[in-house]
């Protein structure tokens, strides 16, 4: 009997061992422990040798190293590593990282001062260093490394932080004159508002702040101010704040001056400046004035819309946002109400959709602006009770109302709302609605740390709907990010195994991708031949080879030679020369030249045919002839040679004709 028809023993072991015996055992032999690092470490040169410059897997190992206690070791990998790409701020972070983990402070200072001399663009080195420094109470070093940063006149932030680390040494003279510094390095309305609101809020220095307003106007051109329109909000707003109300009246005045405000401009900023005027007018001017005006005439506008069309939904959002804007919310819930009433003409989805914010913007009013959660969540409720769900539904409505219960500290409730969203979504068939609601359920437990219940949650999905590749590929991944590898691998198993997919390559593309995470090379190999036992798809060949690339490339040779045989024999030409090709690029990088000119030798000749496609119509077509393909001795490539010897025939005899005329 072939040993290829012997079936292997798959059944566990009858003796489990786990890791931690493994490594207990480990730790009592000494000379196997260091077998073991020596195995490992070479491990790793051989993948450092053949992948010099990938990150990652000098990371690793030096990770390793560091878990040893080996300092100098990982410590050495990362200056190799280094040596390799030194333009890495990434990599320069975690050797300072491992550093300061392992509490050598010098050399993590050491480390940290070569990578802001060699890269000081990079934002955020500096903040580690700056970081480090007043983490450990070395003021003095932590200022000294800020002053050399700001040489570099780094981004706003870099200021900002600084000056904040002034305030928090106690030195607010310091800070000033950081934020002065800013500001004549960056002399914008940007740099100057930072200034005021930093004067205002950190140094509580109001008069400070108000010279900061004064200095921006006077010192930038007029067209910078007329192109931010909000250094006049702040500085009016600040003003106000202080109570010198007929101080932001006077520069509200200047701004309309000098901007033409009105209602109507198309400038985003120059209308929210506008608004804060007409906002401030209300608050500290006449009652008889602008707030009367504007309020009764958009009053009767909305009005008129609603009365010429009830279902105009967006003057009700429009009427409510005015009313609100005045706190007026005994009206606000009143037009809400009457929009309410306004139901849509039929029971399609297309004639609900704007119609449903209604409720939406009714219930978040009820939460943000009258503080009222609970009503807000009776508001969600009867939306539910409204919505014709044999028909359609909204799965926001279902999400929105389960996460205000839980604003209202109503957990229970909320399962309770998701659980029945889910069992009236599943008896619709409503799939698309019912994956956000599930979607949404799990984003909640898992928040919560509720394994269990998402393990519930998606085997509840997986009965309504196993053909779903991405859900079995996300509870899969769900197990392997919680580290149970077993629980994925059995999951991915389950999933191959069904009989009917929508996706079924990117099931098996993950379970291929997981267990080469998880380092099972073995499992990766026999998961490539039951996948080639089910389909000999080119794509899958190739992925198998460089599979084998990666780990010995006679190996990945010997896949590209099954595959190019297996697609020979289904006669399948344009596969061929894919898998050719894959080939020929795998010995241009691996291979040497005589591997190379074999690969090639094998390349196709293309040729153009004829083919009749109707009744005396023919169409031009292109065919691949393979040179191992002549050997074959195929009928159509016999009569291609056929032809060919006529016509030399044919040009030989009409030589000779012309001769004998001569």
């Given at each position: ?524 190999r026999s998961l490539y031949q039951r996948l080639l036992e089910k389909t000999s798809h080119v794509k899958v060949w190739i992925s198998f080879a460089q599979f084998e690339a990666l780990q010995d490339v ?109």
């Amino acid at each position: 009997m072939s040993r290829q028809g012997a079936v292997k023993n798959r059944a566990p072991a009858p003796i489990q061992i786990s890791a931690e015996q493994i490594l207990r055992e480990a730790a009592e032999d000494i000379e196997e422990y260091q077998a073991y690092l020596v195995g490992r470490r070479k491990n790793y040169e051989d993948n450092i040798r053949y992948r010099r410059d990938h990150i990652g897997t000098w990371v690793k190992y030096a990770k390793f190293e560091e878990q040893n206690k080996e300092f100098e070791r990982a410590r050495s990998i990362y200056e190799r590593c280094l040596e390799v790409t030194h333009r890495s701020g990434e990599l320069w972070l975690r050797y300072a990282e491992f550093e300061m983990r392992s509490e050598f402070l010098n050399h993590a200072r050491n480390v940290l001062d070569r990578a802001v001399a060699i890269l000081p663009r990079i934002d955020f080195l500096w903040y580690k260093y700056v970081y480090m420094e007043e983490l450990t109470g070395n003021v003095s070093h932590c200022r000294a490394v800020f002053e050399r940063w700001m040489l570099w006149i780094p981004d706003d932030n870099a200021w900002l932080s600084f000056a904040r680390f002034e305030m928090r040494c106690g030195e607010p003279n310091r800070a000033q004159g950081v934020m002065s510094r800013y500001v004549e390095t960056y002399p914008s309305a940007k740099s100057f508002l930072k200034y005021a609101k930093f004067s205002e809020y950190e140094l509580k220095d109001y008069d400070l702040a108000r010279k900061v307003f004064e200095e921006t106007l006077k010192n930038l051109d007029e067209d910078e101010i007329i192109e931010n329109p909000k250094v006049f909000q702040n500085f009016a707003n600040f003003e106000e704040r202080r109570g010198e109300h007929e101080r932001a009246r006077l520069i509200y005045l200047h701004a309309v001056k000098m901007l033409n405000l009105d209602g109507e401009s198309t400038n985003k900023l120059r209308r929210d400046l506008y608004s804060s005027y007409m906002r401030f007018e209300k608050k500290h001017g006449d009652k008889k004035g602008i707030e009367n005006l504007v309020k009764l005439q958009k009053t009767r506008e909305y009005e008129q819309r609603i009365q010429k069309d009830s279902l105009d939904y967006d003057a009700y959002f429009d009427y409510a946002k005015l009313l609100v804007d005045d706190d007026n919310f005994a009206q606000v819930r009143d037009i809400y109400e009457r929009g309410l009433g306004a139901l849509p003409p039929g029971n399609e989805k297309k004639y609900w959709k704007r119609y449903i914010y209604l409720w939406i913007n009714y219930a978040l009013f009820e939460e943000i602006n009258c503080g009222d959660v609970s009503r807000a969540c009776e508001v969600y409720l009867a939306c539910l009770d409204l919505i014709p769900h044999n028909l359609f539904t909204f799965s926001k409505i279902w999400i929105y109302c389960a996460k205000a219960h839980i604003r209202a500290n109503k957990l229970a409730e909320c399962r309770k709302i998701l659980g029945k969203g889910i069992g009236i979504l599943s008896k619709s068939k409503l799939i698309a609605e019912l994956k956000k609601v599930i979607e949404a359920y799990l984003a909640i437990e898992l928040a919560l740390g509720e394994v269990e219940r998402c393990r519930q949650i998606h085997l509840k999905y997986l009965e309504l709907v196993p053909q779903n590749s991405q859900e079995w590929t996300t509870f899969a991944q769900l197990e392997s990010n919680l580290g149970e590898s077993e629980r994925a691998r059995a999951i991915f198993e389950l999933a191959i195994n069904q009989e009917e997919l929508d996706m079924p390559e990117a099931v098996w593309k993950s379970y291929i991708d997981f267990e080469i995470n998880e380092g099972e090379f073995d499992r990766v190999r026999s998961l490539y031949q039951r996948l080639l036992e089910k389909t000999s798809h080119v794509k899958v060949w190739i992925s198998f080879a460089q599979f084998e690339a990666l780990q010995d490339v006679d190996t990945s040779r010997k896949v590209f030679q099954q595959g190019y045989d297996a697609l020979k024999q289904e006669a399948l030409k344009e596969e061929r020369v894919l898998l050719l090709d894959a080939w020929r690029v795998l010995e241009k990088r691996e291979g040497t030249s005589t591997s190379v000119g074999k690969v090639e030798s094998m390349m196709p000749r293309r040729v153009k045919r004829r083919r009749m496609v109707g009744d005396q119509e023919w169409e031009e077509y292109f065919d691949y002839h393979f040179p191992d393909d002549k050997e074959d001795g195929t009928g159509s490539l016999r009569i291609l040679e056929m032809a060919a010897k006529w016509k030399q025939q044919q040009q030989d005899e009409d030589s000779d004709s012309s001769s004998d005329g001569e």
